[in-house]
């Protein structure tokens, strides 16, 4: 019942206060959205009975609309992919019950501290998914090279960390190819044969005349990351660099991996890379408006051993 006032009206002072700062609140508290994306994930997860979904459109078409109603209300939201494995791993570690709202609440809320999700910005879902899976694949890209070169070690001859001193390489090598690139748009892709997996890694810069070339962020990271585990590991890889300038041809760059250096290609042969079917060897026509140009140097040969 509400109290009354000396007037013998209704005091309702202070809830609508209450109310509304606990709405305030709540728009301060992010929240993390576990998504299955794939149907298998979805079909793995349909073994708990507690899961009410049996239809993955549906489920898909229901977490788009909770996005849209969560970002209605000011609501901070970061989404991430659901891995049924990990969870039943996560589950089975903490002596948690799978089949339980609760235990994948837990799970979901470990996943918003991870680095591989992505924040709602209001895409429809059936875009979202593809970029999200994208970031996860760079993130699993990023631990990996990471994991490399915490295993390499230290040099033979000064005992400097390999890895450490392959990141600073990578970072200024990086500077250099953007730099010397020139004004324009430049997209850059760094691939290194690893023993359990192929690492990609891609990256767009923009500079304009006179600017200070900058890559940082995310995609920076990740792009230096991998070309420093390439560096570390001293086997083969390649690294390309096409850069796009209005009014002007494109003009592609290569690299190769050779025993720990960054090592520049002749304009010829990155020619026959770029004019080469890379699944049957065969020939294919030169892309047109695209002049094929060597490397230029980025590198300096490593001292380490």
């Not at 309702?12 to 794939?38: F, H, I």
């Not at 020619?271 to 590198?299: I, K, L, S, W």
């Amino acid at each position: 019942m509400p109290r009354s006032n000396d007037t013998g009206t209704a005091a309702t002072t202070g809830r609508p206060a209450r109310t509304g700062r606990r709405r305030t609140l709540r728009r301060e508290v992010p929240s993390t959205v576990g998504l299955l994306a794939d149907a298998g994930d979805f079909a793995a997860m349909r073994g708990y009975r507690s899961f009410a979904f049996d239809d993955h459109r549906d489920y898909l078409d229901h977490v788009d609309r909770l996005l849209r109603s969560l970002a209605a209300q000011g609501i901070h939201t970061t989404i991430a992919l659901f891995d049924p494995v990990e969870y039943a791993d996560y589950c089975a570690d903490r002596g948690l019950d799978p089949d339980t709202p609760g235990a994948r609440t837990r799970f979901t809320a470990v996943l918003g501290g991870a680095t591989g999700g992505l924040p709602y910005a209001g895409q429809p879902i059936d875009e979202l998914v593809p970029l999200l899976v994208d970031a996860a694949v760079r993130q699993a890209t990023w631990e990996y090279a990471s994991s490399l070169l915490a295993e390499v070690g230290r040099c033979a001859d000064c005992g400097e960390d390999i890895g450490t001193a392959s990141l600073e390489r990578a970072t200024e090598a990086l500077r250099r190819l953007v730099a010397r690139a020139g004004p324009g748009h430049h997209h850059l892709v760094c691939s290194v044969p690893a023993q359990e997996e192929q690492l990609v890694a891609v990256l767009h810069a923009d500079t304009g005349p006179g600017d200070r070339p900058r890559v940082d962020g995310r995609d920076g990271l990740d792009f230096v990351t991998v070309l420093a585990a390439g560096l570390a590991l001293g086997g083969p890889g390649g690294l390309v660099l096409r850069s796009t300038t209005e009014g002007d041809r494109d003009r592609v760059h290569g690299w190769r991996l050779d025993r720990g250096r960054l090592v520049p290609l002749s304009a010829a042969a990155v020619f026959n890379a770029y004019c080469t079917d890379a699944d049957t060897g065969e020939p294919v026509g030169p892309e047109p408006g695209v002049e094929y140009c060597p490397g230029y140097e980025v590198d300096e040969p490593g001292p380490h051993h």
